[in-house]
């Protein structure tokens, strides 16, 4: 696991920014990105004065195409947070990169993809507003619209100058190497160990795992005997990980296709929506086996210790509403937290569409709940 990864902070207010964009000389500008998905037709945009002008010309078009049209690398849409990402191919990241400018790059990464996601949130949600109620005083002016579009095109120009999605993984792979301690899967099988002992004597059964967000298929490679692990990643680092976005993941449609354990490493913070970072929870429960599967969770410190709409006890009523209601155990180290817990009660609307089940109120709604200075405003949202 990174050390580097533990500092995450997603407050944008601590937005301090050290990270300088690389500047290029003018003729050496990239001329066509690489990009690891199949750039979308008619994506790429000229000037800044077009850009301004496409902006204006489409404030009726939905929100998310428009933002492709504006992706610099046209990365390829699957659900809001993938699209939200610039994904190319990127050049390893020297080994020598100081841990420091590895840190700020990641940290840069995670406060863009954050404004991002609250841009589009606020243009998705009053454009939902408008459809229910016209002309509703809560929608958007053109004016805001466009000056949120226009900054959705600037993030996404420096998140792409930065390397983009894929500059963002090789500096986190960076962070797991073993020179920086490994990566987080140690605390899991330490604990499965001592939780299934029978694991130990090398029983017939193996575990099936879901790794969300893999930045490397061998992490569990050691201990095929007992796991079978499979790994999923937005934009895979090797080809033994599937492109897949665990919000568009078909849903088990077997008990066999169930899953023993999910793995979450460092991906619920990565995303930029709230209410998103809840519905990747809630997915979660999904894929486990009911009774016995146990979810790994694994989030920076300051997510559960300094933010002010979260903390320890707050997940743990989350996860107790979604039916994870044995905490098998959890640990605080210098800069992440983790977790493990059973899911003792698994959906009872298992064959439905979660969304068509629910009310729009929020179970857990952003609350404040440590109105002090200096705290960060990592949140999670259930619906
Ligand atoms: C900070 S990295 C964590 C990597 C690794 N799990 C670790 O613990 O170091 C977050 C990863 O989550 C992936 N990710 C984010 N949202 C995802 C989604 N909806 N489906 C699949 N992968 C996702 C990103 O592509 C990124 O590689």
Redesign the pocket.
């Given at each position: 696991?990174?050390v580097i990864?533990d500092t995450?902070m997603l407050n944008t207010r601590q937005v301090v920014m050290t990270v300088n964009k690389p500047k290029r000389p003018a003729n050496k500008r990239r001329k066509t990105p690489v990009t690891a998905a199949a750039p979308v037709a008619g994506t790429r945009t000229g000037s800044g004065a077009e850009k301004k002008a496409e902006i204006s010309a489409a404030t009726d078009t939905d929100a998310m195409s428009l933002l492709l049209s504006l992706t610099p690398s046209g990365a390829e849409t699957t659900?809001a947070?993938?699209s939200l990402?610039t994904v190319k191919n990127t050049k390893a990241v020297p080994q020598q990169k100081t841990s420091l400018a590895t840190a700020q790059l990641?940290r840069r990464y995670h406060v863009l993809n954050k404004e991002l996601s609250k841009c589009l949130a606020r243009i998705d949600n009053a454009r939902s507003r408008q459809l229910s109620t016209r002309n509703s005083p809560k929608t958007l002016t053109p004016e805001q619209r466009a000056a949120d579009l226009a900054r959705i095109a600037e993030i996404r120009q420096e998140m792409d100058d930065l390397g983009g999605?894929d500059m963002?993984?090789k500096a986190?792979?960076l962070?797991?190497s073993k020179q920086r301690g490994g990566?987080?899967s140690k605390w899991l099988i330490s604990i499965f160990k001592s939780y299934h002992p029978q694991l130990n004597r090398k029983t017939s059964l193996r575990l099936r795992l879901l790794?969300?967000?893999?930045?490397s298929p061998h992490n569990y490679q050691k201990h095929s005997s007992w796991i079978h692990a499979t790994t999923?990643?937005?934009?895979p680092?090797d080809p033994l990980i599937t492109k897949?976005?665990?919000?568009?993941?078909p849903m088990p449609s077997s008990p066999e296709e169930l899953f023993d354990i999910v793995?979450?490493?460092?991906?619920v913070?990565?995303?930029g929506d709230p209410t998103?970072r809840g519905e990747?929870l809630r997915r979660s429960t999904r894929f486990l086996v009911s009774g016995t599967g146990v979810l790994y969770l694994?989030l920076p410190l300051p997510c559960i210790q300094n933010s002010r709409y979260m903390d320890h006890e707050l997940l743990l009523e989350m996860m107790i509403s979604l039916g994870y209601t044995t905490l098998i155990k959890h640990h605080f180290a210098r800069k992440l937290a983790y977790y493990a817990f059973q899911l003792d009660d698994g959906p009872t609307d298992k064959n439905l569409d979660s969304s068509a089940t629910r009310t729009t109120q929020s179970l857990f709604p952003k609350k404040l709940r440590h109105d002090k200075p200096n705290r960060n405003n990592f949140c999670i949202i259930l619906a």
């Open positions: 696991m990174s990864l995450l659900s947070t993938s990402l990641i999605l963002y993984q986190s792979t962070g797991q990566d987080s790794d969300i967000g893999a930045l999923i990643d937005l934009n680092q897949m976005d665990f919000l568009e993941m793995c979450l490493s460092l991906v913070n990565f995303v998103q990747i694994v």
